[in-house]
């Protein structure tokens, strides 16, 4: 039917129709929720039915997995994420919520996210997007534990100068400001 696809930062889906044609917005941000782009499109079994992940901007909140529909150009929240998910037959989602790799039971004719979720692992890999499932129900992943490190102030000799604040487990990427006094 179509070729949908993430944008840019700031842009929703876009979509391509299957035969071929000019691309056409298929989903807008919602600006009054806090919405940075919409990503990683997933088709349902139906070929109607989409999910998508909207991107919250906030750094450390959820985003949300949505669900649009092609016929209408409609979308709804199915539920708050830190990641995409992914339907797997026989009808569940697979996300990421709280550091946590989760399978959820999904009505596929509602288009919603029913009855209580079960964790399936423990902080996956870099916690967001580092899993995936085949047709039979079969789900991969990989998990890393990130190394407890310590925030160290450096001169350009390598002589340690300062440490900062308690251990913790550092994933993000740091940058200074350019007068050098705040990371």
Do not use: C
């Not at 000019?22 to 989409?50: C, S």
């Not at 996956?124 to 499932?133: D, K, Q």
């Not at 890393?144 to 102030?153: A, G, S, V």
């Not at 440490?163 to 740091?174: A, I, N």
């Amino acid at each position: 039917r179509a070729l949908i696809f993430a944008r840019r930062v700031g842009e929703g889906l876009g979509m391509i129709p299957a035969g071929g044609g000019d691309m056409r917005p298929l989903t807008a941000l919602a600006k009054t929720q806090a919405e940075l782009f919409h990503a990683f499109p997933q088709f349902l079994p139906d070929q109607q039915h989409f999910l998508f992940y909207a991107m919250n901007p906030q750094p450390g909140a959820d985003g949300w997995v949505m669900a649009g529909d092609l016929a209408s150009q409609t979308v709804k929240r199915v539920l708050p994420s830190a990641s995409k998910a992914i339907y797997v037959r026989p009808g569940y989602l697979l996300y990421v919520r709280g550091g946590e790799l989760i399978a959820q039971r999904f009505d596929i004719n509602r288009i919603e996210a029913i009855g209580d979720p079960a964790v399936v692992a423990d902080r996956p890999w870099n916690g967001i997007h580092a899993f995936t499932a085949s047709d039979n129900g079969t789900i991969a992943f990989v998990t890393r534990r990130t190394p407890i490190t310590r925030l160290t102030w450096i001169d350009r000799a390598g002589k340690v100068l300062q440490t900062v604040g308690d251990p913790s487990e550092w994933v993000h990427t740091l940058n200074l400001t350019p007068d050098g006094k705040t990371l």
